[in-house]
């Protein structure tokens, strides 16, 4: 019993040194910490004192820094992807509640290549942007018709802020609820339909509106303010029609057309005038297209023009193949009627060689022919 009694000693002996001995450690190691916890404050004391100098700016400033960022207006931001507005919101929180309350950020709208559940997230988030934009004026694009006709009724509510607008349709009735909503600020419209126009369009109240691009539509169809464009681009009309057109574009400084010439057996309506010339004052710059699957129009067309100011002309060789003229001869008839000094002629699908351009329009400085291939 003894023997186990000094046993017992031994342990509680030997255990009450281990306590002390871990007591001594565990002080030493407060110690430390206390040193550590010291060492910590300080330098959080010193990071909390520190400011980033970007975040010290005025939200003024931040705002109109942000603005730069953008390329510029009425370039369209896609709302698909990184997008620079969007990208902004997600540096911290200062600069997110900066780019919100910044309208300019979100009047830039473009929605192309999204189909199915996407397209309809995108054309939500298209009402996002445009409840972020304000009352500012508005650049709108859609390049497809199903994301078009999601998006009219999100946009139908902001007519008044439209400016630049380009709309792809299946049919021009999904337009008809915007006929009679007012368009103050608008001042460039793209409307391509991929079917036929029929339905008429009358859009007449528009006194900023300049430039129209229009594709695969029939002219009874639309019916704008002609008189007041300076830009017009037609694309996929007959050519009687393009010439009823111009006959009410008296203000162009540009004009682009893509023609096709309708067939014998087809009925054109124009106006009964359409052998009188058309006179185009102001007119800088002329470019014609031509589809590879339709005769040109030719003396018909090219010499009822009357373009005094014309200073760049483009046109395929087939439009100056005239009867019982070769087409430099034809060229110089247009010119010298017109009285304009071009200052840049291309000539596209050319079977005459280029130098024999570069001499009987020596006056030209800048004279390009594309062969025909």
């Known amino acids: 019993m003894l023997l186990s009694l000094e046993a017992d000693r031994a342990i509680v002996a030997e255990k009450a040194a281990r306590i002390f001995e871990l007591e001594a450690q565990i002080a030493t190691l407060r110690s430390s910490i206390e040193v550590l916890s010291a060492a910590q404050w300080s330098a959080q004391e010193r990071l909390d004192s520190y400011k980033y100098p970007v975040l010290t700016l005025p939200n003024e400033i931040v705002s109109e820094i942000f603005q730069h960022s953008l390329p510029p207006y009425p370039t369209p931001l896609s709302l698909v992807g990184a997008s620079v507005p969007t990208s902004l919101t997600q540096i911290c929180r200062k600069w997110r509640e900066v780019a919100h309350s910044t309208p300019s950020l979100w009047r830039s709208i473009e929605l192309n290549g999204c189909t199915g559940d996407h397209q309809k997230q995108v054309v939500f988030m298209a009402g996002i942007w445009l409840e972020r934009s304000g009352s500012i004026p508005l650049s709108i694009q859609s390049s497809h018709p ?9 946009i139908i509510g902001h007519t008044a802020r439209w400016e630049h607008i380009t709309l792809s349709l299946n049919h021009s009735h999904q337009l008809l609820t915007i006929v ?3 368009m103050p600020l608008l001042r460039t419209l793209y409307l391509n339909f991929h079917q036929n126009a029929h339905h008429p369009l009358v859009l007449e109240n528009l006194p900023l509106l300049r430039t129209v691009m229009l594709d695969d539509f029939e002219s009874p169809s ?27 574009t008296q203000c162009l400084v540009v004009c682009t057309l893509l023609m096709w010439t309708p067939l014998k057996s087809q009925s054109i309506s124009v106006h009964s005038d359409s052998r009188v010339d058309v006179s185009l004052s ?11 699957d339709v005769l040109a129009v030719g003396e018909e067309f090219i010499s009822r023009l009357v373009t005094p100011t014309l200073c760049r002309l483009e046109l395929p060789e087939d439009f100056l193949h005239w009867p019982g003229s070769v087409p430099t001869a034809s060229l110089k008839s247009f010119l010298s009627k017109s009285g304009c000094m071009l200052a840049e ?7 005459v060689p280029e130098d024999i351009y570069r001499s009987a329009f020596s006056f030209v400085p800048s004279i390009h022919v594309l062969p025909y291939s």
């Open 345 to 351: 002629l291309r000539i596209t699908k050319a079977f």
């Open 180 to 182: 009679d909503k007012p």
């Open 222 to 248: 639309v019916s704008l303010p002609w008189s007041q464009l300076t830009s017009l681009s037609l694309r996929n009309l007959h050519s009687q029609e393009c010439m009823s057109i111009l006959r009410q």
């Open 282 to 292: 102001f007119l800088e710059t002329f470019v014609i297209e031509q589809r590879s």
């Open 146 to 154: 199903s994301t078009t006709s999601l998006l009219i009724p999100a």
